[in-house]
């Protein structure tokens, strides 16, 4: 599971792939982060744009914020869901990316 340090920004870069597993582009995505423990969501629900087979998307560093200072780490959980158009007709997918933030213990807010 990757790590991030907490407060740092953040770069994941999503591929959106067909039922054969080939790169496709999608005709729309969106994505959500959530802290896994406490439920918290850290984004709401975000359209990805521009739209292709590989896009990067930002993880802020106030989303890389810790929510307990007593844990050591937390883990979030990006959830991306997106459209495309298959041989069969209109379809659908979801996957999911966990990383730690770890907690450096004297971060300040600022």
Do not use: C, W
């Not at 896994?36 to 739209?51: F, G, M, V, W």
């Amino acid at each position: 599971m990757d790590e991030v340090k907490e407060r740092s920004s953040a770069f994941l870069q999503i591929s959106f792939i067909d039922e054969d597993a080939l790169p496709v582009i999608p005709t729309a995505a969106s994505y959500r982060i959530d802290d896994e423990e406490s439920l918290t969501a850290i984004k709401a629900l975000a359209n990805i744009t521009p739209l292709d087979t590989v896009v990067v998307i930002l993880i802020t560093s106030e989303e890389n914020r810790i929510l307990n200072e007593n844990h050591g780490f937390e883990v979030r959980t990006v959830t991306v869901s997106y459209d495309y158009t298959s041989d069969m007709g209109a379809a659908h997918s979801n996957s999911y990316f966990k990383y730690k933030v770890k907690n450096l213990y004297g971060i300040s807010a600022s």
